[in-house]
């Protein structure tokens, strides 16, 4: 009888008689923190060689039905408060008359009451203005990107994380997390007899982006 083993790499894992394997690096205790490491002793359930293409067909159509989902990136860290006005004012321009978004009446007025209030108080700031002067502007500075925040998350609601629609409103955009997909096997694999019956010594060397390493048991010769 030849006994063969196969090793799948998947970002999403399951399916029947399949085991999770955790990887821990050889010498290391168990602390109960999975690591990318290359080594595990096991004893794995044994499938047949359709229930191995099936999960693997399986995790293809996920990663082929995979969409990307934008979201707002509302840009108010390490920005000047004339930056800020300059940001404000075009969020305004972009979405007056955007048939892609309805929004609340005053959202836009305000925030064109709120740039003008800082460009004022920055004016003060920057003509040698005061503590006191300081302190406005500061606050100034909150209002308008209290108000942006709101806008945003009005675009970020009704674009249902369309990028064109969020460029359209002036925003950029950061793709949100999403499955990674199905990973290559792991290379170098090396197994060897274990201490106790039934038990296999396994090695192999990590993957970048892989928490989780599922090891398949096949009792029967097949054609990899």
Known sequence: MI??????ALASLGGRGLRKVMPWNHGKAHTGVPTVGDHHRTQCPAVDDGEHQRLGH???EKANDMTTVFTVKLGLTKITPAELVEKGRAHVTDCTGN??????????TGLTTDCDNLEKANGLVISNGGKSDTLLRNTRV???????????AYVQAQSAGDQMKIVSAGFEVRKSAAPVGVLPAPQNLR??????PGEVDLR????KRHLVYDTIWNIKDVQC
Do not use: C, D, S, Y
């Open 3 to 8: 006994v063969r083993m196969f090793f799948v």
């Open 58 to 60: 399986r995790q293809q």
């Open 99 to 108: 048939a892609n978004f309805t929004l609340p009446a005053g959202l836009l």
């Open 142 to 152: 909150l209002e308008v990107k209290a108000r942006i925040k709101v806008l945003g």
């Open 191 to 196: 197994a060897h007899a274990g201490k106790m």
């Open 204 to 207: 192999w060397n990590g993957l």
